[in-house]
């Protein structure tokens, strides 16, 4: 994805949010899934 392993743990903890390199790493990775599928977003 072009991203550290420690960037990805903090994100799932929730101790990072997702920023532009996170999500252009993401879609790279999985090139036959839209943003939709990757991502949403949440109201909290």
């Known amino acids: ?3 550290s392993q420690d960037l990805i743990y ?3 903890k929730g101790e990072r949010g997702i920023h ?3 999500i252009i790493g993401a879609t790279k990775a999985f090139p036959g899934y839209k943003l ?3 991502f ?3 109201e909290d």
Request: glycine share 6%; no cysteine; hydrophobic share 40%.
């Open 40 to 42: 949403y977003v949440s």
């Open 20 to 22: 532009e390199r996170f």
């Open 10 to 12: 903090r994100v799932r």
């Open 36 to 38: 939709d599928d990757l």
């Open 1 to 3: 994805m072009g991203i």
